[in-house]
């Protein structure tokens, strides 16, 4: 991963922290002013590196972990603003990354009820819930949807 | 990757399947802060294999099932 692709990486995911949502392919172009294939070229990099993940014609973004392009069942409220997490791993990891407290809301995915879990100074307010991760961690980015 | 009530729920969820791990929720955020606490760091470097193995041996994930390819 060059100088460019890195500082293409950053400024994506802040782009992304600032709109609440993925921006676009042509947003993050319209940023650097180039070509909106220069920055797809540079999301497939990134993509095969593992530094983000586009969607199935890898033209957008699917995820920027642990932030999410589309909703998921985590909601993440944080700062002022909202996104999705990806997993319930990476909503956590929106807090952490972003350094603040929030709020995340979920359900349980067996009996489906609301759960809200508050993190107040990097910790959860319910000690009482569990994660759970189904795939080893050898095969995470085998399926990293799936995952 | 998935956050349940407790690991009865879990349990009742997988209704026989194979499961994988199952922690605590507090282990979880010990977690998340230390594996994407630099995500938005201006200084940003991509993690290496090791460097991320390092964080789950360093939070007891050790063993098969959270060895890193």
């Known amino acids: 991963m060059d100088e460019a692709d890195i500082t293409l990486r950053n400024l994506t995911y802040h782009r992304f922290v600032e709109l609440g949502t993925a921006p676009s392919a042509a947003e993050i172009a319209a940023a650097m002013d180039s070509p909106v294939e220069v920055v797809r070229d540079g999301w497939r990099r990134l993509h095969d590196a593992h530094a983000l993940v586009l969607d199935g014609d890898a033209r957008e973004l699917r995820m920027a972990n642990p932030f999410a392009a589309r909703p998921t069942p985590y909601r993440v409220e944080a700062a002022g603003r909202s996104w999705y997490g990806n997993c319930a791993w990476d909503a956590f990891g929106i807090c952490a990354a972003l350094h603040v407290d929030g709020e995340i809301r979920t359900e349980c995915p067996d009996c489906r009820t609301p759960i809200d879990v508050a993190i107040r100074d990097q910790r959860p307010d319910d000690d009482g819930l569990v994660f759970h991760v189904l795939v080893p961690a050898v095969d995470w980015w085998r399926d990293i949807g799936f995952t | ?69």
């Open chain 2, 1 to 69: 990757m998935l956050l349940f009530r407790s690991e009865e729920h879990v349990a009742a969820w997988l209704a026989g399947r194979k499961p994988g791990a199952t922690i605590s929720v507090t282990k979880l955020c010990e977690l998340a802060n230390a594996w994407w606490g630099d995500r938005l760091a201006p200084d940003w470097r991509p993690h290496t294999r090791d460097q991320n193995q390092s964080i789950l041996d360093r939070l007891g994930l050790t063993g098969p099932f959270w060895t890193l390819p």
